[in-house]
């Protein structure tokens, strides 16, 4: 008994340890942003600077058109959000509840979509964007990823779920198939919608290579991801100031795993995909 | 789950319900595959025709045939290098990255305290921005950074300058992708381990099995789909790497952090040359596929699933 004590006992040493050095970086970059630019890299290293500068997190919006970053990056993983719920929701319940002749064949045509990664998609996508004048706008963040067959397949497997006795149910109260999907299924499906929802907010509030691409002008379009790098200029980098950005760029995808960490491990499990 | 009986399958009216219904399913549908064709089929298609043409930017586009692909193996300095970099970082990250987030999940069993808080703080950077946590490694990086600014006022020992020394900048592209990509693994194998069927894990234990052995002969079995699973998702990621080298090391010092992904974008969009691009993507395409699949062939060997 006592030496499995010592075992449970050096099970959390370990743990604690593992886990102070993996936050390391980041509590050194929250009191970095803290710091007088000048004693970011004072030697020897210390945590905490000759002052404490809360006004570095001001500065930020000060230096450059962060607010419009911040701004853009909200709207446009909101408005994109948006896009993917309701095109994945109406697919997947064409593909989930409704029988129509080649649904299966159209539904592996659309599962094979799924094999070409983002990375190939970017340069021809930019030719696209300028066959549609597109270029440098907000319609080029927001719809160009936002019709992934992910989400279709997603929904398709959770409708599969939900009795067919309800459309029937449905049907015989003489509700059409919209009323039937809006008022009926999809209430049901909110928990899968929830996790769509919240895995494709955070991909593209994290995106980079596409609006790097497609985004010129960084003051009227730019997110916060392409903004960041603003920090380095000529002058050298404002590394106070890039880390408060940093931090601030940290803090609503942290929040949303926070609020939802008893759903972690059962959201994973369903959607089975990362922010990226 | 279908409740719809055979019977009322065969019903007289069932082929003019089942029109009705066609066109019902195409108005929901249409969506989706406006935005597929669009967005999807239409560049996929697009993107052959490139890669078989120079195509600049700007200017004269003229047809290539297969002069792209010939330039990339032939020609290109950068792309040979850029093929190795990735090999090296897949075959760093993906072992590493499946090691560390293995052992984490292990190590945060059920009766270790605050085990949900922990989960949290090792998936923190999986969902926070990708430049914001290399830009985080980059300040760390620095000769002047915390981790030389330790070992000289600690130890006196002056380590190396890790984002500009050859044989230390992948190295460390590596080990600040892992930090930041592996609580996605962690999480899989956590929520793998807490399906595994209790009733097993105790005969094993009356059987006699513990600590490793445990571990080798009866739990990493079971796990075995989780970390096939894993395995396939880490091995594209890993193809895919962009923002970590373009961002610590621009993809140096010379060409040596230099991924795929970042040689496709340079020769995009710095050199403006889209068919050598698009080219070069449709390799990357060819080894992903042909890596994961492989992989899945490869499964029968190692991965047992249950029924």
Known sequence: MSTDRIRLALAHVGVVAAAALFALPLVYAFFSALKPNNEIFAMPPRLVGSEIRWSNFADVFAYGPFTAYIANSFGVAIAGTLVVLAVSTTAGYAFGRLRWKGRDVVFVLFLVTLMVPQEVLVVPMFIVMQWFGWVDTYQSLIFPFAFTAFGTFLMRQFFRGIPYELDEAARVDGAGPFRTFWRIILPLATSAVAVLAVFTFMAFWNSYLWPLITVVDYDAHGTLPIGLATFSGQNGTRWDLQMAASIISMIPTTIIVIALQKHLVKGIATAGLGGR | ?307
């Open chain 2, 1 to 307: 789950m279908t409740t719809t009986s055979p019977a009322g399958l065969r019903r007289p009216g069932r082929s003019r319900l089942s029109r009705v219904e066609s066109r019902q399913a195409l108005g929901f549908m249409s969506p989706a595959l406006v935005g597929l064709a669009l967005f999807t089929v239409v560049p996929v298609g697009l993107s052959i025709v490139m890669s078989l043409f120079h195509w600049p930017a700007f200017g004269e586009r003229s047809f290539a045939g297969l002069g792209n692909y010939v330039e990339l193996f032939t020609a290109n300095p950068d792309f040979w290098p850029a093929l190795r970099n990735s090999a090296v970082f897949a075959l760093l990250y993906v072992p590493l990255n499946l090691v560390v987030a293995l052992s984490l999940a292990l190590a945060l069993g059920p009766r270790i305290r605050g085990r949900g808080a922990f989960r949290v703080l090792f998936f923190i950077p999986v969902v926070t921005p990708i430049v914001a946590n290399a830009l985080v490694w980059k300040m760390l990086l620095q000769p002047q950074g915390l981790f030389n600014g330790l070992s000289v006022s600690l130890f006196g020992v002056e380590l190396p300058n890790f984002l500009a020394d050859e044989r230390w900048a992948m190295v460390m592209v590596v080990v600040m992708s892992v930090w930041q990509g592996m609580g996605y693994n962690m999480l899989i194998f956590s929520a793998a381990l807490e399906q595994l069927p209790a009733p097993v894990i105790e005969a094993a234990r009356i059987d006699g099995a513990q600590g490793s052995r445990m571990l080798r002969s009866v739990v990493l079995p079971m796990l075995s789909p989780a970390i096939f699973f894993a395995t396939v998702m880490t091995v594209i990621t890993a193809l895919q790497v962009f923002a970590q080298p373009q961002l610590l090391t621009g993809g140096g010092p010379g060409n040596s952090t230099l991924p795929l992904v970042q040689f496709i974008y340079n020769q995009g969009f710095k050199f403006q040359q889209l068919g050598l691009a698009a080219a070069a993507a449709w390799i990357l395409f060819v080894l992903i596929i042909g890596l994961t699949a492989f992989q899945f062939r490869a499964q029968k060997r190692w991965v047992h699933y249950e029924h």
